[in-house]
């Protein structure tokens, strides 16, 4: 089991900035990639972003690329997620997942086996 702690959500206006951070415990050596969801009321959980541990290959979605920026710090297995220039669409529960396959990165939220609890991010226009 890897268990996943989100962290950093909060209450931002237009065009600001936060820094989501995820820390895992438990079997990280299991754990291959990790990646960024979201999920807006009434909305599907949508991915936001991925990274390779190992190789620091990044993934993103239309939508947030050249805004957010994803990052990893294997000493402390901990994900970051920095997202600036946010906008109302952004305002979510945002969670961490990892992926404990070793193909390549993936949008897909079935081929992430363990989930964090989840942060909200509100961004007010």
């Known amino acids: 089991q890897v268990q996943l702690v989100e962290s950093g959500g909060g209450l931002v206006q237009a065009g600001g900035s936060l820094r989501l951070s995820c820390a895992a415990s438990?079997?990280?050596?299991?754990?291959?990639?990790m990646g960024w969801f979201r999920q807006a009321p009434g909305n599907e959980r949508e991915f936001v972003a991925s990274?390779?541990?190992?190789?620091?290959?990044?993934l993103y979605a239309d939508s947030v690329k050249g805004r957010f920026t994803i990052s990893r710090d294997s000493a402390k297995n901990t994900v970051y997620l920095q997202m600036n220039s946010l906008k109302p669409e952004d305002t979510a529960v945002y969670y961490c997942?990892?992926?404990?396959?070793?193909?390549?990165?993936?949008?897909?939220?079935?081929?992430?086996?363990?989930w964090g609890q989840g942060t909200q991010v509100t961004v007010s226009s």
């Open positions: 997942a990892t992926d404990t396959s070793t193909g390549a990165l993936t949008r897909m939220v079935g081929a992430y086996e363990y």
């Open positions: 438990g079997r990280t050596f299991s754990s291959r990639a």
């Open positions: 990274i390779k541990w190992i190789t620091g290959n990044t």
